[in-house]
């Protein structure tokens, strides 16, 4: 219980400088999302507009510094980010609502694959360590994941979309297409999702092979391993139950980063992609010079990490019995 409160007292205050660093970033560049609108109508506006905006976009200049941080704590508590300047007037919530189900969908299934075989394939390479297994795969992943997104996702379309049309070659469904919960429009949605998810898999399963190899290598030498071989278990028993559930305990916290910085979602694979995630959104926001928006990405992607690392703490709290006692 005292591991889970401290856990929880470290996440109220890392949320806390976190939104406090987010209120504090925007404020020490020049000029207000409110100017950078009325730049884009070169300076035509009225000081009337001007002031109309600087409200639409939740800008107030005229307040004090501690009131307007009071206002953005209370309105990141309750979901009111403001307009956005790229999609204007469209709420930046209703923005981030309208991409976030891509991100999870296409970025969190394929993460959660990608741990799954990584760890699998660093288990059993471990295991059979000099092996024909251990020669092939872990080394052919590895130098996979360290090619960069864009370029395997260029040589995917170039390959299976351009060569043998048998996939898109981006967006998220095709053009034209109604959105509905029918067979065949998810279909359409699943066949746009596999060239991106299987570059993001090819290219991120080679870090988790890695470290889940290393740490089973660091695991099998300890004493209760040794203690279960010579009890006589059996070798698959040994290899999951005793040396595989504890190699895994240090991979938690990656994974829970890794789930977390799901929500900024795979910025150069949505962009070669053309798909419409948080991560595409956010190169948009960067682009257009979209404070409001990049402000609720970055608290969205905070959040989300935070969150992530205070589950997996549950988790290992469940797994390993010695920080019961922490």
Do not use: C
């Amino acid at each position: 219980m005292k591991y889970l409160l401290r856990r929880l007292g470290f996440f109220i205050v890392t949320l806390w400088v976190a939104m406090t660093i987010n209120f504090f970033l925007p404020r020490l560049m020049p000029g207000n999302p409110a100017e950078a609108m009325m730049a884009r109508f070169h300076g035509k506006l009225s000081g009337q507009a001007l002031t109309a905006m600087e409200a639409a976009f939740g800008v107030n200049t005229h307040s004090s510094l501690p009131a307007q941080y009071g206002a953005y704590l209370a309105n990141s508590f309750t979901g009111h980010f403001g307009s956005s300047l790229t999609f204007f007037p469209t709420s930046v919530s209703s923005v981030v609502a309208g991409a976030l189900p891509w991100t999870l969908g296409l970025v969190g299934v394929t993460t959660l694959i990608a741990f799954a075989i990584g760890t699998m394939i660093g288990i059993v390479g471990a295991w059979y360590r000099g092996g024909a297994f251990d020669s092939v795969l872990p080394p052919v992943f590895i130098i996979l994941s360290s090619f960069p997104y864009f370029f395997i996702g260029m040589l995917a379309i170039l390959a299976f979309a351009i060569k043998l049309h048998w996939l898109p070659q981006g967006g998220a469904y095709t053009d034209g297409a109604s959105v509905t919960l029918s067979w065949g429009f998810v279909g359409d949605v699943l066949a746009h999702a596999v060239l991106p998810g299987l570059t993001i898999v090819v290219t991120s399963i080679g870090g988790w092979i890695l470290t889940m190899r290393n740490n089973m290598i660091t695991t099998l030498s300890e004493d209760y391993v040794r203690m279960a071989r010579a009890k006589g278990l059996s070798p698959w028993r040994i290899m999951l139950d005793y040396a595989g559930r504890n190699a895994l305990l240090p991979n938690l916290t990656g994974f829970a980063m890794a789930l977390g910085f799901v929500v900024s979602g795979a910025i150069l694979v949505e962009y070669v992609f053309s798909y419409p995630g948080v991560g595409y959104m956010m190169l948009q926001a960067v682009l257009n010079e979209d404070y409001p928006l990049m402000q609720t990405l970055f608290l969205l992607i905070t959040v989300a990490v935070l969150v992530a690392v205070l589950v997996v703490d549950g988790i290992t709290l469940v797994l390993d019995p010695r920080t019961r006692g922490a």
